[in-house]
């Protein structure tokens, strides 16, 4: 799927997260979303990404924010992640590639000269009424959140 942009709906979305529950887009009706997609858990980038959103928690919340992360990763992978990290958040299984590719977010790739698909690392600000208020796509780790930070600053 082509790149989302800022006022585009953002495409719903129902995973299982570390603890085996169900998460829906729908489940934040009402608040602002974080949603990044990520890798591989528990890789350098992949952990310097999701420690910087458990380290704005606070301040997400001021703004009535709530996040998601999102990989190819099991549930159980995830959980050892959160456990490692004590990262307190939703870390969501898409290993059908089903969300990502709906977000934009799974698409061509190279390493080391050979090219191959996989998760672009990507976050998304949606608002309460769905909307896409904040998109970066091959986002550095380090700048989803001052990404999200300048959007919710802005609006």
């Known amino acids: 799927m082509a790149e989302l942009k800022i006022g585009d709906k953002a495409p719903s979305f129902s995973l299982k997260d570390q603890d085996s529950k169900t ?18 858990a528990d890789t350098p980038g992949c952990t310097t990404q999701a420690c910087s959103v458990r380290d704005a928690a606070t301040e997400l919340a001021e703004h009535n924010v709530a996040a998601v992360g999102i990989s190819p990763d099991t549930p159980a992978s995830q959980k050892k992640f959160d456990g490692k ?12 590639h089903e969300a990502a590719r ?8 190279s390493m080391y000269g050979k090219t191959y698909e996989g998760i672009i690392r990507s976050s ?17 780790p380090e700048d989803t959140i001052p990404n999200a930070k300048d959007a919710l600053n802005a609006g």
């Open 102 to 109: 709906a977000y934009g977010a799974w698409g061509k790739k």
């Open 85 to 96: 990290h004590h990262l307190g958040f939703p870390l969501l299984s898409d290993p059908d």
């Open 124 to 140: 998304f600000l949606i608002d309460e009424k769905d909307k896409i208020i904040q998109v970066s796509y091959k986002v550095k």
């Open 23 to 40: 998460v829906s887009l729908a489940d934040f009706k009402g608040r602002k979303l974080l949603v990044y997609f990520y890798p591989k």
